[in-house]
């Protein structure tokens, strides 16, 4: 039905389409036709970054992450991209508990915090879905375990 109305094509995929001018008048009664106040932009995303600047790369990048910071409570890793040059991040903490998985009752009460932990952030980390940010928290033998990337 539409076929024969399309007289151009397009060069890479070679898909019809028609090309034509919007009348005048029509562009007028667009233009006064006013808001509608559950049509607009959304609040801003406070996960989207804003400052795009970029810190100085290492001349010679490693091909492997290397250690910056070690102690007792945990390690600190890095690695540069050195093929897209995109800023990455990747938190994974570890809350151990030597009753984690005691017995059967504790190991359900574990879980069910976990479960419970992520019902009640959905709604404020909504947000950072929508930024590309994943994080989860589950459990295992040992505790629990966050993650964020």
């Known amino acids: 039905m539409y076929a024969e109305m399309c007289t151009e094509k397009e060069n890479w995929y070679g898909a019809k389409y028609k090309s034509e001018k919007i009348p005048e008048k029509m562009i007028d009664s667009l233009s006064i036709c006013g808001f509608h106040e559950k049509l607009r932009l959304p609040d801003q995303n406070d996960f989207i970054p804003f400052e795009f600047s970029q810190v100085s790369r290492d001349v010679y990048p490693s091909n492997y992450p290397t250690i910056l ?66 994080y989860s928290l589950y459990n295992d033998l040992s505790g629990v375990i966050l993650t964020v990337s």
């Open 69 to 134: 910071q070690e102690d007792s409570m945990g390690r600190l890793w890095f690695k540069q991209d050195n093929e897209f040059l995109l800023p990455k991040s990747y938190i994974n903490i570890a809350l151990t508990s030597p009753i984690a998985e005691f017995d059967p009752h504790i190991a359900n009460l574990t879980y069910m915090f976990s479960a419970v932990f992520m019902d009640e952030l959905n709604e404020y980390l909504y947000d950072a879905k929508l930024a590309g940010i994943s």
